[in-house]
């Protein structure tokens, strides 16, 4: 059974860069037409995705995050990493890691990010 969980800071202040990481364990993220994705909901707003990164190394970003954005991956660790630059609080949200063969069928718990000084 393929599990994610998320791991980072749950403070980081304005102007900074939010770097979180998703372990995955139970499946290789390397798996042919596995995806790792990340998405966010900020309070009282709905789900946003925010990029992924393919099996292959491919990456896809989400148009309004692409300037701030970087996915990577660590395949020896089976992780998958975010950061999000200049970060204002309209970043603050719970973000996810999700992954899964061609989208996202398994998701972790999420963890919060409040941006504040």
């Known amino acids: 059974q393929v599990q994610l969980q998320e791991s980072g800071p749950g403070l980081v202040k304005p102007s900074q860069t939010l770097s979180l990481t998703c372990t995955v364990s139970?499946?290789?993220?390397?798996?042919?037409?596995?995806?790792c994705s990340w998405i966010r909901q900020a309070p009282g707003k709905g789900l946003e995705w925010m990029g992924a990164?393919?099996?292959?190394?491919?990456?896809y970003d989400s148009p309004s995050l692409k300037s701030r954005t970087s996915i990577s991956r660590d395949t020896a660790k089976n992780q998958f990493t975010l950061q999000l630059r200049s970060v204002t609080p309209e970043d603050t949200a719970v973000y996810y890691c999700a992954s899964g063969h061609y989208g996202m069928n398994c998701w972790g718990k999420g963890t919060q990010v409040t941006v504040t000084s």
């Open positions: 139970g499946g290789s993220i390397t798996t042919n037409y596995y995806y």
């Open positions: 990164i393919a099996y292959s190394g491919s990456l």
